[in-house]
């Protein structure tokens, strides 16, 4: 678009200016912008977080286990599907939907590294078979399934079969988590072979014979936590641990033992071989041989209960002090089977929208968008991690429903910032960020095009730190810092219907700085119009282009509009035309909004040879030192505003109403 050309005087101290949004909108009174966002917790949290997507105990040392963090996200619905992602050589995070069964009957997915396979919600199934770990495999999650039925009747031994819920065969860096294994014929877990450094935690041991064993090796060198398991209708194995150089085993509950009269192999916890095995805070239910240890084998145990147990209690041994590995949390063990029944097996919280880490995961903004797959239909959270991060991001069209999030205390905490003007790569190419998708939300962000128009004599000095082209775009409690042209709002072609929502938030700049033709409301925000230093036209702060089949362009509401420009010196806005479209017929309306002394008098202006009055520009019950009512200031009637709220402007064909959860 063509421009008046625009000088600001430049910010000293730029960098203060993001810190100091806060205290501006303070200092106006206008109330607290959006909610403050606690800090998040450390990602490096101990098992007392049971919602973490970071795992705890051994699997958490030597380098930790990330599984696909940092790859691409899937969502598979079938056995081909997941078969294909999970043996690639990349990194997935592959999210599993619905119930998948397994052809072959008994066919266990052969599983490579680097992979996180959660499933989605808490109905998600593999069903017939299961997953297994070749050697050398390593850094793999399992999270948020249930793996059931591959026993076969009349085959309570399985020694014809051996179909695993999961298997491991020396693979390390391996976490087990929230998984509900039913009726598998053999183990439901076996982790074989030397695999190190493994955890096993908040999963469901159901209906099954030879349920958990660990080792079937001569070596003493698997690590492994088990903690807030529950078995429950299991004989034996749960777990066996053979030859393990550190078990801790703590915060479990075994109860209702499927027991056929069988002495000796009917039983809950065995320390075998030269296992070094720690029992903690436990709780037995009907157990026999609650927990043992061979003679050559160590088990400490302490804090546990037992209900209703015979035979062995074995404890001898020093075993090791867990605490010396890594923190950890300990619950009473009264409160282990309420602990269990709760929060073990499939949860629909770990199961929900994927969440990508930036920078633990993701280096870039953008490499976490370019990690959410083309079409996807599920809400995937980007989490960005305070910080500045001096790259431009894109969104594509093929990537809807991404909420961009940053986790400070506040938006001034997580910049997105880049410094490109219009002159490479044209108004569109300078944006910082630019959202083509539909259904995107940002929170707690600052975006920002930090190019210096006063240092810097160009053709096109536009500069921009938003461009959205989406529909039912969100942007809550963020930032928008620029000169000329800050934040565009716009659809794919003049005819097309967009939609943004902007609430308490700040936006600055100087020259139609809030200008496009989707449907725009901005409310309870702060606009700062910026001095250039002019004592007669310092610019403009909208210069929208709505297609004139649209009755709702802009309307800014319950917001305050400030600036340090001199009295009478700056436009609420000018039409815009792209290219002379004369069907662009700008709809703005300022309502209920406090306005400085820096707006004219006469306020509207006309551009490029197209004059304001032939536009759809209003104001309903304005305040402050720049409110007024003249021959030149167009009042919407009190009729017409009844149809003009923020309701009425994004509703849309589809009852759109982003605003329903603050009203």
Not at 16 to 38: N, Q, R, T
Not at 229 to 253: E, I, V
Not at 438 to 459: C, I, M, P, Q, Y
Request: glycine share 8%.
């Amino acid at each position: 678009m063509t421009h008046f050309r625009s000088k600001r005087l430049s910010r000293p101290g730029h960098g203060k200016v993001v810190a100091a949004v806060l205290g501006l909108v303070a200092a106006l009174s206008l109330g607290a912008i959006g909610d403050a966002h606690a800090a998040p917790p450390s990602r490096a949290v101990p098992a007392a977080d049971r919602w973490t997507d970071r795992p705890h105990g051994f699997a958490s040392l030597a380098g930790g286990t990330s599984g696909g963090a940092g790859g691409k996200v899937v969502t598979v619905t079938d056995q081909a599907a997941l078969a294909k992602y999970a043996a690639a050589e990349e990194p997935y995070v592959i999210r599993v939907k619905g119930a998948l069964e397994m052809n072959p009957f008994g066919t266990e997915i052969p599983v490579a590294s680097d992979k996180t396979i959660i499933g989605v919600s808490d109905t998600a199934e593999i069903v017939h078979g299961g997953f297994t770990l070749d050697p050398g495999t390593h850094n793999v999650v399992i999270r948020n399934l249930t793996i059931r039925d591959t026993a076969i009747e009349g085959n309570w031994d399985c020694k014809d079969t051996d179909y695993d819920g999961i298997r491991l065969d020396t693979a390390h860096h391996v976490w087990i988590d929230h998984i509900r294994f039913s009726r598998i014929c053999d183990g439901q877990l076996d982790i074989r072979k030397d695999s190190e450094y493994v955890t096993v935690s908040y999963n469901r041991f159901t209906n099954n014979n030879k349920t958990f064993g660990i080792g079937w090796t001569s070596n003493v060198k698997t690590q492994i936590t088990v903690d807030h398991n529950w078995f429950r209708g299991t004989k034996q194995r749960n777990p066996s641990a053979d030859n393990c150089a550190y078990a801790h085993l703590y915060n479990n509950h075994l109860s209702s033992q499927l027991s056929d009269g069988d002495p000796v192999w009917t039983y809950g916890n065995w320390s075998r071989g030269r296992t070094k095995m720690v029992i903690e805070n436990s709780f037995y239910d009907g157990v026999q041989h609650p927990y043992q240890a061979d003679a050559t084998a160590d088990l400490v145990q302490r804090g546990s209960i037992l209900r209703n147990t015979t035979g062995r209690h074995d404890a001898w041994g020093t075993a090791f002090d867990p605490r010396e590995f890594y923190a950890y949390r300990l619950d009473p063990a009264a409160a282990v089977p309420a602990l269990v029944k709760r929060f073990s097996g499939p949860q629909k919280r770990i199961g929900g929208p994927a969440v990508l880490h930036v920078p633990a995961d993701y280096p870039t903004v953008q490499s976490a968008v370019d990690a959410v797959p083309d079409g996807n239909d599920t809400p995937v959270t980007i989490a960005v991690a305070p910080g500045t991060y001096r790259e431009k991001v894109y969104i594509p069209a093929s990537k809807p429903h991404l909420v961009l999030r940053g986790t400070g205390r506040d938006r001034s905490d997580t910049v997105i910032v880049f410094d490109t003007p219009a002159e490479y790569g044209g108004s569109t190419g300078s944006a910082t960020v630019r959202i083509a998708a539909n259904d995107v939300t940002a929170r707690n962000l600052t975006f920002s095009n930090d190019f210096d128009e006063a240092a810097h004599e160009l053709k096109g000095e536009q500069a921009l730190a938003m461009k959205t082209t989406g529909d039912r775009i969100v942007f809550e409690d963020a930032a928008f810092l620029g000169n000329q042209d800050t934040l565009m709002t716009d659809s794919p072609k003049l005819t097309t219907l967009s939609r943004v929502y902007v609430r308490d938030s700040y936006i600055e700049g100087d020259v139609d700085f809030v200008y496009g033709r989707a449907t725009t409301v901005i409310e309870r925000s702060v606009i700062r119009a910026l001095s250039r230093g002019s004592d007669t036209n310092n610019g403009y702060i909208t210069a929208a282009s709505t297609w004139k089949g649209n009755p709702y362009g802009f309307l800014i509401t319950k917001s305050k509009i400030v600036s340090d420009a001199p009295a009478g010196t700056f436009h609420l806005g000018r039409p815009w035309h792209p290219g002379g479209e004369p069907d662009a017929i700008a709809q703005v309306l300022i309502r209920d909004t406090q306005l400085p002394a820096a707006v004219k008098s006469s306020p509207w202006t006309d551009m490029s040879g197209f004059s304001w009055k032939d536009a759809r520009f209003t104001e309903y019950r304005n305040h402050g030192a720049g409110a007024g009512v003249t021959a030149d200031r167009p009042q919407m009637s009190d009729a017409t505003a009844r149809t003009h709220t923020v309701a009425h402007y994004l509703k849309g064909t589809d009852d759109w109403a982003p605003y329903a959860r603050h009203h």
